[in-house]
């Protein structure tokens, strides 16, 4: 199914758009986004929700429709997953010292369908290809059965509490004979095997 973008929350990040409030018609033109990029650029994003329309657009505040004046603001705003699959657009293109597309992303293995795709699926519509050239996730740190660590299962395992038990060299053995690729069992058993 499609991905439906909008969240309807009083926080994030607004979608640019706006309405006619005489004939209904929906405004979202690229020079309309590009004006309220520069005044978010200058006042940041609380000016959305600071400005009325006609101080957010100026001489672009009518609907092109029927010329109206009296406009309304859109009040749902993006998906986090939209926000952080953008994020190559935001950061790579606007430093010059970085390279497009990235090297690598590197992420939890949660992100397969978060921000690697939404990345993937963003770039790909803009751009043609992926924003980045490989992709490297990990594991997480669980406990002896596989379960995620928790402090009400009483099942965490604190580095400090192994260092001084066992010694740093043995944390170290056990991180550098992990298989980062999958979730990683700890406990007292593997640590004293």
Known sequence: SDWCISRQRIWGVPIPAFYCNDCGELILTSDRIRRVSEKVSKGGS????????????????????????????????????????TSHMAVLTTRPELKWPATMYLEGSDQHRGWFQTSLLTSVATRGRAPFEMVL????????????????????????????????????????STDYRNDIRISETILRN
Not at 48 to 77: G, M
Not at 146 to 173: C, F, H, T, W
């Open 137 to 176: 996730t990990h594991g997480f740190i669980v406990d002896g059965e596989g379960r995620k660590m928790s402090k009400s299962l009483g099942n965490v395992v604190q580095p400090q509490e192994v260092i001084g038990k066992y010694g740093a060299d043995i944390l170290r053995l056990w991180v550098a």
């Open 46 to 85: 609380d000016c959305w929700w600071r400005l009325e329309p006609a101080e957010l657009l100026d001489d672009l505040a009518f609907c092109p429709k029927c010329k109206s004046k009296s406009l309304r603001k859109e009040t749902d705003i993006f998906d986090v997953w939209f926000d952080s699959g």
